[in-house]
């Protein structure tokens, strides 16, 4: 049987007639379930439907698409199928402790780059996915947005977008604590501080707010 190159047609299709010169165009990502019973379909496993908000038996897949601003439409490029088998998991597990520490910060405890992070397996598969359907526009298009629903609202997945060379797009969950940059004078003593008010999202002040047409 011969392998039909699924992206670089779609990719034809799209940039040959879908696509405009003055287009502002986003890459997006989403999971999505088809439900099928059985037990002999390969890659058949248990994968949340937000239909039924539950998981349900089927297959999984995972897909890259173009978003077009000026259409408001999106064109499907990549899609692949997910192993049920791989954990979708953003935070690597830690290591169980020995022993309990003490109270407190334990001495000589230095704070961590919350930009330097391990991917986990699951994420490292999304960003080979972005990385190759980047490949693939290069020549044509450098979408510098990645768009992606409200599991992708956590620092490891904004890293993980990041060493793409792409910004995120998505969504905090409800309970994010968001604080504006501190403006006020250094008393002189200790180090500077980073964090001003904690932003109160009922209450944004008024230079924040912007208009949409």
């Not at 190159?5 to 779609?10: G, V």
């Not at 248990?46 to 539950?54: K, M, V």
């Not at 173009?66 to 953003?90: F, G, H, T, W």
């Not at 991917?119 to 526009?137: C, E, P």
Request: charged content about 20%; aromatic content about 12%.
């Amino acid at each position: 049987h011969s392998v039909i190159p699924w992206p670089s047609l779609q990719w034809a299709l799209v940039q040959n007639h879908l696509l405009d010169s003055d287009d502002v165009i986003l890459f997006a990502g989403d999971e999505s379930t088809v439900t099928k019973s059985g037990k002999m379909t390969y890659g058949l496993g248990r994968f949340f439907s937000s239909i039924y908000n539950r998981s349900v038996p089927g297959l999984g897949f995972f897909s890259i698409s173009l978003i077009s601003v000026k259409r408001k439409k999106a064109y499907p490029i990549l899609m692949s199928q997910l192993d049920p088998k791989m954990e979708r998991n953003v935070y690597p597990q830690k290591p169980e402790k020995e022993k309990k520490n003490g109270p407190g910060r334990p001495k000589g405890t230095k704070n961590k780059n919350r930009q330097d992070i391990e991917l986990t397996s699951y994420l490292k598969f999304i960003q080979d996915h972005i990385k190759s359907v980047q490949r693939l526009v290069a020549d044509k298009i450098t979408p510098q947005y990645f768009v992606y629903d409200g599991a992708f609202g956590n620092n490891p997945c904004l890293q993980m977008v990041s060493q793409c060379g792409l910004d995120l797009i998505s969504k905090l969950n409800c309970n994010s604590a968001l604080y504006f940059p501190f403006d006020g004078e250094y008393s002189g003593r200790g180090p500077y501080p980073k964090y001003g008010e904690k932003i109160n999202y009922s209450n944004l002040p008024e230079h924040c707010l912007v208009d949409s047409s």
